[in-house]
């Protein structure tokens, strides 16, 4: 299996007290963090808090850009896993939805607070029906990704947006006290590490069988005549 490490990863988080409509459909974020190295990280959440001094909401999107240059061309990919870290700090089946994100440059830049809607939520990369869960774990993990999310190959980068689902991605307002996250651990020396791809690269442009062997395998033949 090939893979390829993230290039960039971060949060951008934006915190209201005015509503729910106001916190989800802001056009910038009130904090970003990039490449943290946090061994258990906060990585996606809803936070929303209500009393008698009035109400909070609070939503973290997280993006990740993946150089995929390399395979933009000459290679069909199958087999698309995103692979991640989590901790137990997560919340028990913890559901998110996985989009197309816009931000990130050429997987090269960091996020700024602009980039809180940095994504289009109608271009899926994962099933996004409820099923996909952030595992509440010490153990590597991973979410499969789509047909949408291989053709991003073709482009060079692969980027993409992790939401919360129940009430990021469906615009639910949460009707009671609710923080629910999905926790990430980013330190490579204490048993984590960065989100990473994996995926199978067939090496495409010969469609020929040669003497047993598959054209799938082309590319391990050397000096064919």
């Known amino acids: 299996m090939a893979t390829i490490a993230a290039s960039k990863w971060g949060v951008v988080t934006y915190e209201g007290d005015t509503s729910w409509n106001d916190t989800h459909g802001a056009s910038t974020g009130t904090n ?6 946090s061994s258990d990280y906060a990585s996606v959440y809803i936070d ?3 009393g008698s001094k009035g109400s909070t909401w609070v939503l973290r999107r997280f993006f990740i850009a993946f ?3 390399s395979y933009a061309s000459g290679y069909a990919i199958s087999n698309l896993k995103l692979y ?4 137990t700090s997560t919340t028990n089946n913890f559901k998110i939805a996985i989009v197309k994100s816009t931000a990130q440059g050429n997987a090269n830049s960091n996020l700024t607070t602009a980039d809180y809607n940095s994504f289009d939520d109608s271009v899926t990369y994962a099933t996004n029906d409820g099923t996909d ?5 010490t153990s ?4 499969d990704l789509n047909a949408t999310a291989i053709s991003a190959f073709t482009n060079s980068y692969v980027k993409l947006c992790i939401l919360e689902y129940t009430h990021d991605y469906l615009d639910n307002a949460p009707s009671f006290a609710t923080y629910w996250h999905g926790n990430g651990n980013f ?27 598959s054209s799938s395998n082309i590319d391990s033949v050397n000096a064919i005549a």
């Open 84 to 87: 991640y870290y989590p901790t």
């Open 133 to 137: 869960i952030w595992a509440d774990s």
């Open 187 to 213: 330190n490579g020396m204490a048993s984590g590490g960065i989100p990473y791809l994996s995926f199978t690269a067939t090496a495409t442009g010969y469609e020929n069988d040669v003497i047993g062997v």
């Open 67 to 69: 150089d995929a240059s």
């Open 32 to 37: 970003v963090y990039n490449n943290t190295t």
């Open 140 to 143: 590597l993990s991973y979410f």
């Open 48 to 50: 929303y808090e209500t």
